[in-house]
Structure formats: structure tokens, C-alpha cells
């Protein structure tokens, strides 16, 4: 955190204020790095700039100093629940959010923040002790305990999923890769724990219909779509040698087709009087035997 304004500093925010009078300097003086203060905040309230100009400094604020009376400033200035409320939907860190009214946090559902500060009646109330209970074995990476008390958990929940995927793929605790996998809501956390699932060569314990797109960037993967006959991803990804094109037409036939046309395969477009992609390629005797047959 900056030290709190210094002479020079509070002088600064004076002399932006009165230059300018202008709302989006004001917030971007704080946007950019200028320490947050109540007194920076009565700087603002003396030279007359407005609840809508003192709140978005709040809300855009990236550095605060002073939490107590910071809290105590937005209190008096908005009344307790205007605060605290502008305090939640700002950028404070725990800090700040703990000096909150319990009665303010469960409206707004900031269930770790509750307990933290020991409000088990409330979260209790809410169903929400385990969650809590469970961010903080996260948190605190005691996955072994988490665990045994609980089947998943949520990606989102925690600041670096894939150390927690690395502890359950090194146990091998595969079911519940795949229960907690994200699939297509985070596919880049997706590619990165198939990506290490691989490194063990386990990519068909975790294979599965949601995974299919990205299945085909791995050896093993494309092994497992072919047992199930799931032929567009390996389309998709132009692992035309590895479809079975007859198979695949009995699902689509026109995505068939064009796979064999890639591969050149003449004699499939003629049995399935492909007509058009014939002609396109010339194969004009084929074309005929196609209408004739």
C-alpha cells in the first residue's frame, strides 16, 4: 500500500480538482495509483464534487490506506448500509470487507468473508458452512482432507485449480478429474489438465463425449473416438486417416463425403453417387458409372 497523501500529494488532488472540475480525471487520478484516504475523500466532499464523483473513486480505486477510518468516512458520508454496500461492489481486499456488518454480508452472500470473522450461525442458516469449510482445506491446500470429505470441487473456487488437479491425477483419483473437469466454461484450464493427464499417459481414464473436441491432439485420444465411433472431431482436427468413412456416413453422410474427398477416395464418391464432387475433380467416368449403377 502507498503511504497515506503527503503534503505535495493532497495539494495535487486539489489542484486536479480545481483546474478541471471534471468527474473522469478526478476518477482516473485514482484509477491510476493515487492512495485512497478519508482525507483525500473530504478533499473531494469540501470542493463541492458530488456523491456520483466521491462513490466512483471508491469503486476505482487500486490503492486505500487507513481501512477504520476510511469505513468510518463512507459511513458518515452515506449511512451504513449505502457504504458498506459501495464497499462490497469496490475492490477492497479482506481488510476492508471484514470491518462490514454481518447482516450486510449475508445480504450480499459474501460467505467467506463471514467466515472468516466466526458468523458459523449465519452460514449455518444459509447451508453454506461446508462451502466455507471447504474453500478454506482449499485455500490452505489440504487436499488430502478436502477430499475425504468431499467428492468435487469447483474450479472457481480456488486461486490455482491446477495444483489441485495435479495432487488428483497424481493419485489417480480419475472419476473425480472427470467430475470436476470445467469442459467448455474454462477451455483453456481444460487443455492444460488433459495436457498433464497425458504427461501420465492416462488420457482414456478421464476420455469422455464432453472432452471429444479436444481429444484428437492426443495419441491416446484419438485411439478412444475411434473405439466410440466418434468420427466429426477427428474431422474437425483433419484426421481424415483415421475415420472410417462408411461409418461415418451412416451418421453424415455429407461430412463423409467430404472427408473422402480430401483423401481422394474415388471409388467411395462413386458408390455414394457423390455427382457433384465427382465432376468437380474431373472424374468424369466415374460420374457416369455413378448415374448408370
Known sequence: MNKALNEESRKNVINIVLQTRNHQNIVDLFRDGYCLTAEALEILYRLKMGKNTI????????????????????????????????????DFDDCML?????????????????????????????????????????????????????????????????????????????????????????????????????????IKQVADSKL???????????????????WQPLATHKKFVEIDLEDYYTYDSYAALLVAEELKKWDFLEKHKAYKLLLKHGKFIRFIRALVH
Open 55 to 90: 462513490t466512483e473513486c471508491v469503486r476505482q480505486c487500486t490503492v486505500y490506506e487507513d481501512s477504520s477510518n476510511l469505513y468510518n468516512w463512507l459511513v458518515g458520508y452515506l449511512g451504513q448500509n449505502a457504504a458498506e454496500e459501495l464497499i462490497i461492489k469496490s
Open 98 to 202: 471484514e470491518k462490514i456488518s454481518p447482516q450486510t454480508l449475508e445480504k450480499c452472500q459474501e460467505w467467506e468473508i463471514l467466515g472468516k470473522i466466526g458468523q458459523n450461525e449465519i452460514l449455518e442458516k444459509n447451508n453454506k458452512l461446508e462451502y466455507c469449510e471447504g474453500k478454506y482445506l482449499l485455500e490452505q491446500r489440504h487436499y488430502d482432507i478436502f477430499f475425504q470429505k468431499f467428492i468435487y470441487f469447483n474450479y472457481a473456487d480456488v486461486s490455482d485449480p491446477v495444483d489441485v488437479f495435479e495432487y488428483l491425477i497424481a493419485n489417480q483419483m480419475w472419476d473425480v478429474v472427470k467430475g470436476c473437469i470445467p469442459y467448455s466454461q474454462n477451455e483453456k484450464l481444460t487443455q492444460k489438465v488433459l495436457d498433464i493427464v497425458n504427461e501420465e499417459g492416462a
Open 212 to 230: 471429444a473436441k479436444y481429444l484428437p491432439s492426443y495419441p491416446e485420444g484419438v485411439v478412444w473416438l475411434k473405439e466410440k465411433k466418434f
